[in-house]
Nanobody, 119 residues
Framework: QVQVVESGGGLVQPGGSLRLSCTASESLASMYDMGWYRQAPGKERELVASISVDTSTNYADSVKGRFTMSRDNGKNTVTLQMNSLKPEDTAVYFC?????????????WGQGTQVTVSS
């Protein structure tokens, strides 16, 4: 069982920045896909950004140009740099890792970290 731990959330004013980190208990080289999701109160969980094993990235339209996702295989960590934050970015952010083991996809979630954008 892969353990996933997020950190870096908090309270920030509109226009500010936060950097989220997600650390896995196993090498990221074994993960074929990693993503950041968020869930706001009363809303469904949505994909914010993802990065594949070849480091190609994908972003939700609502965060393009403001958020950047990266990975550091040596530290087993993926990060989400969030700039120009807006109140509508307020949500619990979750890290998701997907791994193929003996032909079966296994999905791992972190516990989530709260991001609040408010003046």
């Amino acid at each position: 069982q892969v353990q996933v731990v997020e950190s870096g959330g908090g309270l920030v004013q509109p226009g500010g920045s936060l950097r989220l980190s997600c650390t896995a208990s196993e090498s990221l080289a074994s993960m074929y896909d990693m993503g950041w999701y968020r869930q706001a109160p009363g809303k469904e969980r949505e994909l914010v950004a993802s990065i594949s094993v070849d480091t190609s990235t994908n972003y939700a339209d609502s965060v393009k140009g403001r958020f950047t996702m990266s990975r550091d295989n040596g530290k087993n960590t993926v990060t989400l740099q969030m700039n120009s934050l807006k109140p509508e970015d307020t949500a619990v952010y979750f890290c998701n890792l997907r791994q193929v083991v003996l032909g079966t996809v296994r999905t791992y979630w972190g516990q989530g970290t709260q991001v609040t954008v408010s003046s």
